[in-house]
Nanobody, 125 residues
């Protein structure tokens, strides 16, 4: 499975961006797709996920109410709509894919088998 992320950029505080991640290869429709982010000097942290075929959505507390994850199975694409951005959201954003996750493993980056290359999001104050 290959993942290609795009949509990052520079935006002012309060602005919005939409990230996209296209999956290709041997796609499992029951896979979980997620977004993580990593700021300089920090560990990679969970942002949001669409869990398996059921499509339940999960968010970190820091983005809940501001970010929305969605998935288009016909296009093998997951999106992250990011609104009300703040400088604390500045990071490299990575999409992730795994076909065997259980719910308790959703939040930890090391449980995912496949990763995109990352896209930089910078929010200026």
């Amino acid at each position: 499975v290959q993942l290609q992320a795009s949509g990052g950029g520079l935006v002012q505080t309060g602005g919005s961006l939409r990230l996209s991640c296209v999956a290709s290869g041997r796609i499992d429709r029951d896979a979980t797709m997620a977004w993580f982010r990593q700021a300089p000097g920090n560990e990679r942290e969970f942002v949001a996920a669409v869990f398996r075929r059921a499509g339940n959505k999960y968010y970190s507390d820091s983005v809940k109410g501001r970010f929305a994850i969605s998935r288009d199975n016909a296009k093998n694409t997951v999106y992250l709509q990011m609104n009300s951005l703040t400088p604390e959201d500045t990071a490299v954003y990575y999409c992730a894919y795994d076909s065997r996750l259980i719910l308790s493993s959703l939040w930890t980056w090391s449980n995912y088998d496949y990763w995109g290359q990352g896209t930089q999001v910078t929010v200026s104050s």
